[in-house]
C-alpha cells in the first residue's frame, strides 16, 4: 500500500507555532513511527506524510481537542488501491469525510522526455477520470494541470496557469486542426476534479521531478548527484535516478512512454499545443 496525505492547519496565526510544538510531539511518539515532510507557511500549517498503515488520526483529533478554534483539513490518495478522500476535523471532532475510487495508479500513463544532459523538455501523466483525460504537463520553466474531452482528431484541451484552480487557456481540434484561445475570463476546476488533479500531480512529482526553489534540506541529494554527474540544474529537474537508470537513449536524447498506439495523441497533442505555446 501506497498512502499519502497532506494534513493542513488554518485559523488563528498567533496559535499555530504552540499547535505544531504539540502536534509534532505526538507524532513523534506514534508506535509504528510516521514519516513526514512540514510545509509550513506564516497563515497556516501543511504536513505531506507518507504511510504503510494508515492515516495517524489521533494525534491530530487530541491536537484538535486543545486548539478547537483551529481547523484541520484532511486530503488523502491510495494510488495503488485507486482510492482517495478527505476529512475536516475541528474541535476534536470529524466534521466531515467523504471519499471516492477512481483508476488505480497502474493506470495512469507517462511520459517524459530529456536532453541527453537531463534537462526536462517535458514529463506528463493522465487518467481517464469521467469521461475525459485528467493529466499534469511539466517542462522545464512550466508547468499546468490539464483536461482532454473528445478524441484524437476532434478534441477539446484545457490547460490551467501553473497550478492555479482554474482553466486558463484552451485549444479546440477540428479534423487535425488547431485553434487556441486565452479565456477571458477563467474557468474555475470543480473540487472534485481539482481533488483528482492535486493527486496525479503528487503522486507524479514525487516519484519524478524535484524543484530548484525546494529548501536545500529536502534537495541536498538530487543538488549533490547533479554536481557528481555534471547534469545543471534548472528551474525543475528530472530525478537522478530517474535520468539515469530508467530513461533510454532516444533521438539524440532520453525518454520513456507507456502510452500505446491509441492513446499516443494525448502525449502529441500536448507537446504540438500547450509546450509549443508555453516555449
Sequence with gaps: MKLTATITIKGDVERLPEYRGYLNRLLDEE????SYTELHTTARLEYRLKLRRGIPFPPFVMTSQAFPELTVEVDWSEADEGRSGRATIQNGALREQAAQTHA????????VRADADGGLRMAMTCAR??????????AANQHAFFRIVGAAGTCELSASDGLEAEWAERWTVESGEEAYIELAQPEPIEENELRE???IAEEFSSDWIWF?????????????????YGYPVRDANLRSEAIRKVLRPENGGLALS?????TRWIAELLRRCWLRTSN
Design 31 to 34: 508506535q509504528d513511527g510516521v
Design 258 to 262: 507507456s502510452f500505446g498506439e491509441d
Design 212 to 228: 530548484d526553489e525546494s529548501p536545500p534540506e529536502e534537495t541536498a541529494v538530487e543538488r549533490q548527484r547533479f554536481a557528481t
Design 129 to 138: 477520470w469521467r469521461e475525459a483525460w485528467h493529466g499534469y504537463v511539466i
Design 104 to 111: 488505480p495508479v497502474g493506470s495512469r500513463l507517462q511520459e
Design 197 to 199: 488533479l492535486d493527486a
